[in-house]
């Protein structure tokens, strides 16, 4: 007498399939979920990296207060800061590489670049301090970003 000892181990072709469609699901939702959430981090590491400019900014006017008897502020934001922000390079153009803060002299902004090549730019204007008209600057919000 013969016994059908067919050992079939394995996947079928369906089985496969459903597999990869499964997974092809999952892509379609995380992959968005997760640059959403890496963006989302981005914008609060530039927040918090602006809070820090606007605070330096405010301890500054405050010592020049003290020492002239004026508020004012510096010609480059980032001299008002005790430590410059990871990424910060004294060019004096937008900033060209990922992670890069810079000010730009001639537009008079702060610019920082994502890791995803858009350039995001604030607004930086120093101040009045000549012939009695004394007024501490302004720092703008963010800018729409820009691909590079």
């Known amino acids: 007498m013969k016994t059908n000892t067919q050992n079939n181990k394995g996947f ?12 092809g699901i999952l892509a379609a939702v995380a992959i968005p979920r997760y640059t959403a959430t890496v963006e989302r981090a981005e914008q609060a590491a530039e927040n918090a990296v602006i ?11 405050t010592e020049q207060l003290l020492d002239n008897g004026r508020r004012s502020w510096p010609v480059n934001p980032f001299l008002a800061l005790d430590t410059s922000p ?5 060019d004096i153009t937008d900033a060209d590489s990922d992670s ?26 120093q101040g009045v301090t000549t012939s009695g ?3 501490v600057g ?7 970003g820009s691909s590079i």
């Open 100 to 125: 890069e803060w810079t000010f730009n002299t001639t537009s008079n902004s702060i610019t920082h670049m994502r890791g995803d090549n858009s350039l995001h730019h604030w607004d930086y204007v």
């Open 12 to 23: 079928t072709l369906i089985e496969l399939i459903m597999v990869t469609i499964i997974l």
């Open 86 to 90: 990871s990424g910060y390079s004294t």
């Open 133 to 135: 008209l004394e007024a």
């Open 138 to 144: 302004t720092l703008g919000g963010r800018d729409a």
């Open 51 to 61: 809070s820090s400019i606007k605070s330096g900014l405010e301890t500054y006017a």
